[in-house]
C-alpha cells in the first residue's frame, strides 16, 4: 500500500530499469496520505504509466505542475507499471492536493 514504505529487499529485486512509455490518466479523485503525498486515482487512458516516471499534469491542454510518480497501486495490490484501462492510483511526488483536480489529465 502506499502508506508503507518500500523494504530495502524490495529494489534489490528490480531486474533494471522500467521501460516508460507514453500514458495518460484521466484523474477521478485526488486525496493525501499522511507522510507519503498526494494520490490521483483513475483509469489509464492510453499507453502506460509506471513508477519513477516524470509526469506532467495537464487542465484544459495547459500545464498545472511537474511531477514523478512515486507509487502506482491497482484494486489494493501495488505495482509498477499500470496498463491502458486499468483503474489505477498514483503516488505524485511534490504534489499539494489542491493543485490537482478531478477532470485533470496526467500525462507522461
Same mark, same amino acid.
Given at each position: ?34 507522510? %507519503? @503525498?498526494? /494520490?490521483?486515482?483513475?483509469? !489509464?487512458?492510453? $499507453?502506460? +504509466?509506471? *513508477? #519513477?516516471? &516524470?509526469? =506532467? ?20 495490490? %501495488? @505495482?509498477? /507499471?499500470?496498463?491502458?484501462? !486499468?483503474?489505477? $492510483?498514483? +503516488?505524485? *511526488? #511534490?504534489? &499539494?492536493? =489542491? ?10
Amino acid at each position: 500500500m502506499f502508506w508503507r514504505k518500500r523494504k530495502a529487499k524490495d529494489s534489490a529485486t528490480t531486474t533494471g530499469p522500467t521501460e516508460f512509455t507514453a500514458g495518460s490518466l484521466t484523474v477521478e479523485s485526488v486525496f493525501t496520505i499522511t507522510g %507519503r @503525498g498526494t /494520490v490521483v486515482a483513475g483509469t !489509464v487512458d492510453s $499507453g502506460s +504509466l509506471a *513508477e #519513477g516516471q &516524470h509526469v =506532467t499534469v495537464l487542465r484544459s491542454g495547459q500545464v498545472v505542475v511537474a511531477s514523478r510518480i512515486a507509487g502506482v497501486e491497482m484494486f489494493q495490490q %501495488r @505495482g509498477t /507499471v499500470a496498463e491502458a484501462g !486499468v483503474q489505477a $492510483g498514483l +503516488l505524485l *511526488e #511534490g504534489v &499539494h492536493r =489542491t493543485m490537482v483536480e478531478p477532470g485533470d489529465v496526467v500525462v507522461g
